[in-house]
């Protein structure tokens, strides 16, 4: 297969971690004979400092030539306690996912079974949880109207979606229950926010739909406290993009470590992939932060094209390297290797059929 593939490191970590997962698509390219053609954008922080612009028009039109995007993380420490910033390199990532409109945000929240003890939570708890969150990503309070008066003491954001925003996520969420275990859960506020009384009322009536699947709702308060109580209750979790990210970040902790979280941000034409981590600042340029939640991206990536055998192949290297205890600092304080190291063992384990085979 022939594929042209966006690069955005970003910022932070971002770069590191994403010439990890770029090794690992090309050592997949290489053992299954196809063709992968890489490009690399600017975006973010980097692309502010070069061009004044955190998505420059070049970068758009490398994305929307591409067939797929592989991005890394955004976003500098110096922007944020900076209200007066004018250009943020967060607005980078939205606009790109509005430009491209990437409406639906797959996130899996899955234990990998080397690391079930890494999790804070009781392995009782989570041993079997395989959650995925589709999250919406291009509205609602990320999108709307954001004002602040003119003397400065008063703030809005606006939380708004439209019946069809809320339909096209719903169909992907109910299909993709449909070949898994069939439960959806939907989770809103409906008690207080009337954008959440909508997503109830649509989402009620596609329910009806899809007979197979059952659905259920919770409020975000209630269902933060699920997710750790018994994270085997949820397949499916269906909800907005603010609850999404918070549900996301708070899925990590069931798996042991953000720096392990993959997703996937799909429209009707194009299709990004990205870890759920941030720029990790504090690690940038150590060659400590983990690569994996990158190199997973990339999976999702070779998943989205029907290659999966690639996929998982790449998946079983990765459960290798974490099997011989080849982690980064999040994983092990102890005894830990560098990103690089990690990226390189799960490169040679692809390229070595024979000890994946074996595994
Ligand atoms: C994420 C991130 C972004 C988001 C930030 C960087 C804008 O936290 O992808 O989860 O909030 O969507
Ligand atoms: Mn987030």
Redesign the pocket.
Known sequence: MNLKIAVLPGDGIGPEVIKQAVAVLKAVAEFYNHTFEFEEGLVGAVAINKTGNPLPEATLNLCKSSDAILFG???DPKYDNNPEAKVRP?QG??QLRKELGLFANIRPIKVITPLIDKSPLKRNIIEGTDILIYRELTGGI?YGEKKLSEDGTVATDICEYSQIEIERITHLAFKAAQTRRNKVTLVDKANVLESSRLWRKVVKEIAKKYPKVTLNILYIDNAVKQMILNPNQFDIILTD?LFG?VL??EGSVIVGSIGLLA?ASVGTKYAMF?P?H?TYPQAKGKNIANPIAAILSAVMLLDNFGLNEEANAVRKAIELTLEHNIVTQDINVVRNFGTDHVGETIVSSILNNEEVNGY
């Open positions: 993380a955004i976003g967060e990532l939205l990320y993009n990210d996301s970040d997703s990205e759920i941030g």
